[in-house]
């Protein structure tokens, strides 16, 4: 009674009730299609635990119910199963719409049950016809091997080799084999020649003919970067008065081969079109595809009236969640390179002769820009400080504070030593509500309590996280219950495919980045009634 046409029971049983839990909400909207992959992962990690249970029972050789209880047994554990499935799906839409309006999103009607159950049927096929050809695999080399090994040693070496086998084929060619292509794909794209952009002729813009970083070497995203942004007419039309245009450095992955090439091409370009003469530099970290957030670089620009350069230089082809989940070292050697040569130029300067210098990173701009450098190596001339927005689960500096947090205060928005060098904010909180002043060095976190990109961890497998105990952050539905792998696979699709309106999630409203900036760098001259005019300006540009 114990199997159901090749099936096991118990699988089958934790299965349901994984698919049922699978339902629930995460910190993002889903669509149907996502929803149907999350749920057939979710049975299939139900069934393969059921399975496994089931069999070390079995192996520890623990009493077994008699025939008649083993069927009253397996008939109440199928009604329950089916009735906690068909409450979950009765509930889902709902709980998706609590994320939605939460968010401010036109609530969903239904969830396509049909849908989800197809797909999530094609995704544990899949899984279970990858299972059994493991086991086939394992017990053919578990046999070879009791030509010269004890049965229960070739078993475990079996199951060894199996696994090696099998990690080094998908590991070692599927996935680099596809990474490659990923990598080569959009290397394609970064190249191609965007038909609305032309190259600049101020010859004080990179990409110039007389810049020493050509429009070729800039790259797709790098182009866009230098060609766009308000011009310092634009500035000056918006504030009634005269305004200096903003000084953007760009060096593109084929601007030079090694990082410590790039950087020191993208200095010597800083220096020629005078970016060590403007009040405020920015070092600026990109995401993956080497994309800088127009709401964070627009803004900042204008507070500061344009007397600002920005320099930055990419490292990877690659979107930022992919490259975050596969390499964690992506970009940290071109960001510390470009560091080192910017502030080491920087801190040869004058004190009193120089601009103030700041970092700034969006999600794995964030990481590297946080990884570019060592506090050690600063602590005698110190940066003005840093923005880092949307800091992913990896920033050591971010997750060691967040950890060290004051008493009282949320994982979700920390409080950190009365806010003297560290502080957060988010949507509903700037960083101006910190008890303590404020020091000469500076770091700013700007997130969301609904971004998996922050809150995203590997522990959750396991271990219901922080910011989900207690006091949950406005941005989150308080329908979001924790349950062991199956939150880790809502966060992980969260992470990978999701997406949310500017001010939740991973995308950060420029609105959001006036307020961190403003209170970061203190540019001056801006009084309410313009910080209003220039939160309406950015909205409509939005």
């Given at each position: 009674m114990h199997q159901v046409k090749g099936f096991c029971t118990a699988g089958l049983l934790l299965g349901t009730l994984f698919f049922a839990f699978s339902l629930t909400p995460s910190l993002l909207p889903r669509p149907f299609h996502i929803q149907g992959v999350i749920s057939g992962l979710s049975f299939a990690?139900?069934?393969?635990?059921?399975?496994?249970?089931?069999?070390?029972w079995t192996y520890l050789e623990l009493p077994q119910p008699g025939r008649r209880l083993s069927q009253l047994i397996l008939l109440a554990a199928s009604v329950i199963c089916a009735l906690v499935a068909a409450a979950f799906l009765r509930q889902a839409s709902e709980w998706q719409n609590s994320v939605r309006t939460l968010m401010n999103m036109d609530e969903v009607s239904g969830i396509r049950p049909f849908s989800i159950a197809?797909?999530?049927?094609?995704?544990?096929?899949?899984?279970?016809?990858?299972?059994?050809l493991f086991h086939r695999t394992f017990l053919l080399l578990s046999r070879r091997m009791r030509r010269f090994v004890p049965?229960?040693?070739s078993n475990v070496l079996g199951i060894f080799a199996a696994f090696v086998l099998f990690w080094s084929v998908i590991d070692g060619v599927i996935f680099k084999l596809a990474l490659r292509a990923a990598d080569n794909s959009y290397q394609q794209l970064d190249v191609l020649m965007q038909d609305d952009l032309?190259?600049?002729?101020?010859?004080?813009?990179?990409?110039?003919?007389?810049?020493?970083i050509s429009w070729e070497a800039l790259g797709g995203r790098g182009r866009r970067f230098v060609?766009?942004?308000?011009?310092?007419?634009?500035i000056g039309a918006f504030l009634g008065e005269e305004a200096l245009e903003p000084i953007r450095v760009y060096a593109g992955l084929n601007a030079a081969e090694t990082p410590e090439e790039r950087a020191d091409l993208a200095l010597r370009e800083l220096i020629r079109v005078g970016g060590f003469e403007r009040s405020v530099l920015l070092l600026a970290t990109p995401t993956g595809r080497g994309w800088l957030d127009p709401g964070a670089q627009n803004t900042v620009e204008y507070l500061h009236r344009g007397d600002i350069a920005t320099v930055t230089a990419q490292y990877s082809y690659l979107p930022s969640p992919l490259a975050l989940l596969t390499e964690g070292d992506y970009g940290v050697e071109t960001a510390r390179a470009l560091f080192q040569a910017v502030y080491g130029?920087?801190?040869?300067?004058?004190e009193d002769d120089r601009p103030d210098l700041y970092l700034h990173g969006l999600s794995l701009g964030a990481l590297n820009s946080d990884r570019a450098f060592d506090f050690y190596d600063i602590i005698d001339d110190p940066f003005q400080g840093a923005l880092w927005s949307g800091p992913p689960f990896r920033s050591s500096t971010w997750r060691s504070v967040t950890r060290s947090r004051d008493p009282g205060s949320p994982a979700w928005l920390p409080r950190f030593r009365d806010g003297t060098v560290v502080r957060f904010m988010n949507q509903y909180q700037g960083l101006d509500t910190a008890e303590g002043d404020w020091g000469d060095f500076r770091i700013a976190f700007l997130q969301y309590a609904s971004d998996p990109v922050t809150f995203f961890e590997p522990q959750v497998l396991y271990q219901e996280p922080e910011w989900m105990q207690g006091e949950r952050g406005p941005d989150v539905s308080p329908d979001l219950r924790w349950y062991p792998v199956i939150t880790m696979l809502q966060l992980v699709a969260d992470l990978a495919t999701g997406s949310a309106?500017?001010?939740?999630?991973h995308e950060i409203a420029a609105e959001h980045y006036i307020d961190a900036w403003v209170s970061l760098t203190e540019p001056e001259g801006w009084p309410e009634n313009d910080l209003n005019r220039l939160y309406e300006h950015v909205s409509r540009a939005d």
């Open positions: 990690a139900g069934y393969g635990l059921g399975a496994a249970a089931r069999w070390l197809l797909i999530a049927l094609l995704v544990f096929a899949v899984i279970l016809l990858l299972s059994r049965r229960r040693v032309e190259p600049p002729t101020d010859p004080m813009k990179t990409g110039s003919a007389d810049s020493l060609t766009s942004g308000p011009s310092g007419e634009d130029h920087w801190t040869e300067l004058p309106p500017p001010g939740y999630g």
